[in-house]
């Protein structure tokens, strides 16, 4: 009789965070009603029953992929942090520290001794050193470096000489490599010796006999032509490629274009280094996009949700004071005009509106317009005809919305004047919304600053004084 086992679906993250959460929860049940308790075996019980508790939470944590244990670990409060993280295996360490956040990563690496940090680094290759080192205490990254080989410690000391968001930084060095004068046979039989490939293999890299890189072979390829055919008829030869000096923002748009898995890194010299892989470009295309959210929203870096209030409030300050500044010019412009407000209150109703909509409307420019630049999609030649659409597109929804809400306006409070007052108004402020919407992100970049941060906060900064006084200026000379 042939037995059917049921498919079970694996735990989903969220779920394995609620079980940690409720180990932890009992666990500390169980801790306090121990501790209340005295007799004269009482320290014997309570660490007897706190290894108990601790053992299954241990084996749960065991059993969960690294990426997961990460994404545990920053639910979690410190405390509870700090006592998962003194669960989890001593051999396990490095590859969670390079999953969790890197602020997150800040506070377990400060609960850890420099033999630990070691210990961690030394189960992880040489590329994946390079992205834990600008974390790592110095003593323990000298350390390192005397316990590499030679080979190993000119990787490693390469890979950490790159700028963050190069390809180099990114690359790695676990790749297969073979001569173009051998059969497709030969190939095979080389490939089963090794045992195992390295992740995200779909091509061998074919060198010369000084490593320059002459082609690629895809898999596809080796295992559906003749065997007995040499490398150098199946190859190809038109690779894509990058050089380790080359912005990794153009790498990841490079594998999206052209569904690439991996890719070779070469040096000025044609002389294959790395190769870089789409699960490495996948994550920096992730930390790009939430860096990129962060920054419109004015915050200088990821934050740690469970940070002390010190921490948070020095991630958070400094837009925060550029805001203030900005609201008070803006109480100010509105201050200018106290006059007509308490001559006519429905200005005190409809001004909001006004500014409103147009920092809306500039954060939707600023938002294609960065998206354009990241995507390399914006020229200086292209940059007028790109500018006069979004004044065409400001001034149609202008007179659109303007028109519906100054019939609103009419219907409201009898005053055809003020009706073409607040349509005036709103078509105007669009119109300067769309163009600080351009003029933002193109000055940034010039400055040479990141385009996406604190534009958000700049337009509704720009369209909020810029509401006021054009509702209020026109309102002043066209109705009192």
Same mark, same amino acid.
């Given at each position: 009789?042939?037995?059917?086992?049921?498919?079970?679906?694996?735990?989903?993250?969220?779920?394995?965070?609620?079980?940690?959460?409720?180990?932890?929860?009992?666990?500390?049940?169980?801790?306090?009603?121990?501790?209340?308790?005295?007799?004269?075996?009482?320290?014997?019980?309570? /660490?007897?029953?706190?290894?108990?508790?601790?053992?299954?939470?241990?084996?749960?944590?065991?059993?969960?992929?690294?990426?997961?244990?990460?994404?545990?670990?920053?639910?979690?409060?410190?405390?509870?942090?700090?006592?998962?993280?003194?669960?989890?295996?001593?051999?396990?360490?490095?590859?969670?520290?390079? =999953?969790? /956040?890197?602020?997150?990563?800040?506070?377990?690496?400060?609960?850890?001794?420099?033999?630990?940090?070691?210990?961690?680094?030394?189960?992880?290759?040489?590329?994946?050193? #390079?992205?834990? #080192?600008?974390?790592?205490?110095?003593?323990?990254?000298? %350390?390192?470096?005397?316990?590499?080989?030679?080979?190993?410690?000119?990787?490693?000391?390469?890979?950490?000489?790159?700028? %963050?968001?190069?390809?180099?930084?990114?690359?790695?060095?676990?790749?297969?490599?073979?001569?173009?004068?051998?059969?497709? %046979?030969?190939?095979?039989?080389?490939?089963?010796?090794?045992?195992?490939?390295?992740?995200?293999?779909?091509?061998?890299?074919?060198?010369?006999?000084?490593?320059?890189?002459?082609?690629?072979?895809?898999?596809?390829?080796?295992?559906?032509?003749?065997?007995?055919?040499?490398? /150098?008829?199946?190859?190809?030869?038109?690779?894509?490629?990058?050089?380790?000096?080359?912005?990794?923002?153009?790498? #990841?748009?490079?594998?999206?274009?052209?569904?690439?898995?991996?890719?070779?890194?070469?040096?000025?010299?044609?002389?294959?280094?790395?190769?870089?892989?789409?699960?490495?470009?996948?994550?920096?295309?992730?930390?790009?996009?939430?860096?990129?959210?962060?920054?419109?929203?004015?915050?200088?870096? %990821?934050?740690?949700?469970?940070?002390?209030?010190?921490?948070?409030?020095?991630?958070?300050?400094?837009?925060?004071?550029?805001?203030?500044?900005?609201?008070?010019?803006?109480?100010?412009?509105?201050?200018?005009? =106290?006059?007509?407000?308490?001559?006519?209150?429905?200005?005190?109703?409809?001004?909001?509106?006004?500014?409103?909509?147009?920092?809306?409307?500039?954060?939707?420019?600023?938002?294609?317009?960065?998206?354009?630049?990241?995507?390399?999609?914006?020229?200086?030649?292209?940059?007028?005809?790109?500018?006069?659409?979004?004044?065409?597109?400001?001034?149609?929804?202008?007179?659109?919305?303007?028109?519906?809400?100054?019939?609103?306006?009419?219907?409201?409070?009898?005053?055809? #004047?003020?009706?073409?007052?607040?349509?005036?108004?709103?078509?105007?402020?669009?119109?300067?919304?769309?163009?600080?919407?351009?003029?933002?992100?193109?000055?940034?970049?010039?400055?040479?600053?990141?385009?996406?941060?604190?534009?958000?906060?700049?337009?509704?900064?720009?369209?909020?004084?810029?509401?006021?006084?054009?509702?209020?200026?026109?309102?002043?000379?066209?109705?009192?």
């Amino acid at each position: 009789m042939t037995v059917v086992q049921e498919n079970k679906s694996p735990e989903s993250v969220q779920e394995s965070l609620h079980v940690v959460q409720e180990l932890l929860r009992k666990h500390q049940l169980v801790e306090s009603l121990v501790h209340k308790q005295q007799g004269p075996k009482h320290d014997l019980v309570e /660490s007897l029953v706190h290894k108990q508790n601790l053992a299954e939470l241990r084996a749960k944590l065991d059993e969960l992929h690294p990426a997961d244990v990460a994404y545990i670990l920053e639910s979690l409060p410190l405390d509870q942090r700090l006592l998962v993280w003194d669960l989890v295996k001593a051999e396990r360490d490095g590859e969670i520290l390079l =999953e969790v /956040s890197d602020a997150v990563r800040e506070t377990l690496i400060e609960s850890m001794d420099s033999d630990e940090l070691l210990a961690a680094a030394e189960t992880l290759d040489t590329d994946e050193i #390079a992205d834990l #080192a600008p974390d790592l205490p110095q003593d323990v990254i000298e %350390e390192l470096l005397q316990s590499l080989d030679a080979r190993n410690r000119a990787r490693l000391q390469s890979a950490m000489s790159y700028e %963050e968001d190069s390809v180099g930084a990114l690359m790695d060095y676990d790749m297969v490599t073979l001569r173009d004068d051998i059969t497709l %046979e030969v190939a095979l039989r080389y490939l089963r010796r090794l045992g195992e490939l390295p992740d995200q293999t779909d091509k061998l890299f074919v060198v010369d006999h000084e490593d320059a890189l002459k082609g690629v072979l895809p898999l596809k390829r080796l295992l559906i032509h003749d065997p007995d055919a040499l490398v /150098s008829d199946v190859m190809v030869d038109d690779v894509v490629l990058f050089h380790p000096e080359d912005e990794a923002h153009d790498a #990841a748009q490079a594998f999206e274009r052209y569904d690439l898995v991996t890719a070779p890194v070469i040096d000025a010299n044609n002389h294959l280094i790395g190769r870089l892989t789409v699960d490495v470009v996948v994550d920096y295309i992730r930390d790009a996009s939430e860096s990129e959210k962060l920054g419109l929203a004015g915050l200088r870096e %990821e934050e740690d949700l469970f940070a002390s209030v010190w921490k948070s409030v020095q991630n958070r300050w400094a837009w925060l004071a550029i805001n203030l500044v900005t609201a008070f010019i803006a109480s100010r412009v509105i201050g200018a005009f =106290e006059g007509s407000i308490e001559k006519l209150v429905a200005l005190a109703a409809l001004m909001p509106i006004v500014a409103g909509i147009g920092g809306n409307s500039g954060n939707q420019t600023i938002t294609m317009i960065v998206r354009a630049m990241a995507l390399g999609q914006l020229q200086p030649t292209s940059a007028r005809k790109l500018f006069l659409k979004e004044l065409g597109v400001a001034g149609l929804n202008g007179l659109i919305w303007g028109s519906v809400m100054g019939l609103i306006a009419y219907l409201l409070y009898s005053n055809i #004047a003020l009706g073409a007052v607040i349509m005036s108004a709103m078509t105007l402020n669009l119109l300067l919304a769309s163009v600080m919407g351009v003029l933002i992100p193109l000055f940034m970049v010039k400055a040479g600053r990141d385009p996406a941060v604190g534009s958000s906060v700049m337009i509704t900064a720009i369209t909020d004084s810029g509401g006021f006084f054009i509702f209020l200026g026109l309102a002043t000379l066209i109705l009192l």
